[in-house]
């Protein structure tokens, strides 16, 4: 399969425009930053899944995403950094369904509590944070992307 083909970058660039609308949306809800996050975006994370070309779009997205809703530099890079090597993890577990979502969980789970205590000096101690922001991505990336799988695994042959 090439990946750089003209629908691959429409489909990187689509996901990546909905995981901004998607995380604007949560953070004008107030679930987007903060202790506990619940991006709706992130149940994009599965979509690797379907196709490589979510990889970029999810990292792509992000990044506009976290400069968007005024992130500090660490956040933008690190949070970044994180929502790839979820995507990455899910793309190399796409053959297992229930293993899918677990990669954007922990990578975020492990990296966002650094960038909440040491970049935004948010108190309550880092194992707090590993709960917490494991809980959000428990229910944004785990729940609502099998939520979106089991949605959009019918019409697979579209990202084909």
């Not at 901004?20 to 202790?35: E, M, N, Q």
Request: proline letters at 4%; a positive charge; aromatic letters at 12%.
């Amino acid at each position: 399969m090439k990946l750089f083909t003209v629908k691959n970058l429409a489909i990187g660039g689509l996901i990546a425009a909905l995981y901004v609308v998607f995380t604007l949306i949560a953070s004008a809800l107030g679930l987007s930053s903060g202790v506990i996050q619940v991006r709706f975006s992130e149940a994009l994370c599965i979509l690797p899944v379907f196709t490589p070309a979510a990889i970029p779009g999810l990292f792509v997205g992000c990044i506009i995403a976290n400069l968007l809703s005024g992130a500090i530099v660490w956040d933008v890079v690190f949070g970044s950094i994180a929502t790839l090597i979820g995507a990455i993890g899910t793309y190399l577990l796409r053959k297992n369904r229930w293993l899918a979502a677990i990669p954007p969980i922990l990578s975020n789970m492990i990296i966002v509590p650094f960038i909440l205590y040491f970049a935004y000096k948010v108190g309550g101690g880092i194992w707090i944070l590993f709960l917490t922001v494991g809980a959000g991505e428990v229910i944004s990336a785990g729940i609502l992307g099998e939520l979106l799988y089991s949605a959009l695994n019918k019409h697979r042959k579209i990202f084909q």
